[in-house]
């Protein structure tokens, strides 16, 4: 099984494997704000991975919501995704929605597939291949998705957890956010988190695009004092709570999940209940 995590000197060595897909989560806009000069070019051969469109929930009215195992397949077979495609998965922010689309592969079924440590800013600033962005057509791949259901929580999940207390939750927002002290990118949402829930700020875990050394990770999650509990990651849409869940698996062994839906669903609930 591939490494969580890969060096560009890594990729650049295996640009001629027949079996190696590159895939670029970059986009064009979120809501951290966060924005890159790398809009007009990709990683030479990269494949476009269209996370708004083609790869979310389009009958949910929440965002990024993981699609059914169905339209999943069919995306990636338009992509030329195979079922032995060694996937290589980077975005032009460094870190940011490729942890995403990693978790989604696993999802999915998929553990072949990595991403690529600092993303396209790295592979850019080591001159490595390039190429302008392009519509390129594929023939059509054999990946066939197979649901890991066990990768996915809901609110009902959450809900129960609050009274099982087996869990725990660790939200990946700004603290202002996590305490309510500050607005909500989203309209319509209250402030706060989830009661009994721990804040890991997705930027605590990086720096300069990348993830922190692993000795610093360790570091950052034995302070959480998390014992062998399983983990369940949450933020705003589904998005940055995979960077801090990618990064404990790097170090650790616990089980971890996704609140799919996260604040945007639970900060809507009328029945779920708010610490602050």
């Known amino acids: 099984m591939l490494a969580p995590l890969v060096t560009t000197e890594w990729l650049k060595s295996r640009m001629n494997d027949p079996k190696l897909i590159i895939l670029d989560a970059s986009m064009s806009e979120n809501k951290s704000g966060d924005t890159s000069d790398l809009t007009n070019v990709r990683i030479k051969n990269a494949r476009f991975f269209d996370l708004k469109n083609s790869f979310s929930d389009k009958d949910s009215n929440l965002p990024n919501m993981l699609p059914?195992?169905?339209?999943?397949?069919?995306a990636c077979q338009?992509?030329?995704?195979?079922?032995?495609?060694?996937?290589?998965?980077?975005?032009?922010?460094?870190?940011?929605?490729?942890?995403?689309?990693?978790?989604?592969?696993?999802?999915?079924?998929?553990?072949?597939?990595?991403?690529?440590?600092?993303?396209?800013?790295?592979?850019?600033?080591?001159?490595?291949?390039?190429?302008?962005?392009?519509?390129?057509?594929?023939?059509?791949?054999t990946f066939s998705a197979k649901f890991r259901p066990n990768k996915v929580k809901n609110a009902e999940n959450i809900l129960h957890n609050l009274k099982q207390n087996e869990a725990i939750v660790i939200d990946a927002?700004?603290?202002?956010?996590?305490?309510?002290?500050?607005?909500?990118?989203?309209?319509?949402?209250k402030g706060g988190h989830i009661p009994g829930s721990l804040n890991l700020p997705y930027t605590d875990v990086l720096k300069d695009?990348?993830?922190?050394?692993?000795?610093?990770?360790?570091?950052?999650?034995?302070?959480?004092?998390?014992?062998?509990?399983?983990?369940?990651?949450?933020?705003?849409?589904?998005?940055?709570?995979?960077?801090?869940?990618?990064?404990?698996?790097?170090?650790?062994?616990?089980?971890?999940?996704?609140?799919?839906?996260?604040?945007?669903?639970?900060?809507?609930?009328?029945?779920?209940?708010?610490?602050?």
């Open 173 to 189: 927002r700004s603290s202002g956010r996590f305490c309510g002290t500050e607005p909500e990118p989203r309209k319509d949402l």
């Open 78 to 141: 338009a992509l030329g995704i195979n079922a032995d495609s060694l996937i290589v998965v980077y975005d032009n922010l460094g870190i940011y929605t490729s942890p995403r689309v990693w978790w989604m592969f696993k999802a999915m079924g998929h553990d072949n597939i990595t991403v690529l440590d600092g993303g396209l800013p790295k592979w850019v600033k080591e001159g490595f291949p390039t190429e302008p962005i392009q519509e390129v057509t594929y023939p059509k791949g």
């Open 209 to 276: 695009g990348q993830f922190l050394p692993k000795e610093d990770l360790k570091q950052v999650f034995e302070d959480l004092q998390l014992g062998d509990r399983p983990l369940v990651f949450s933020c705003g849409s589904g998005l940055t709570a995979c960077i801090i869940l990618l990064a404990s698996e790097l170090v650790q062994k616990n089980p971890t999940a996704v609140y799919d839906g996260s604040w945007t669903e639970w900060g809507q609930l009328n029945d779920a209940p708010i610490a602050t």
């Open 68 to 74: 059914e195992e169905a339209s999943f397949t069919v």
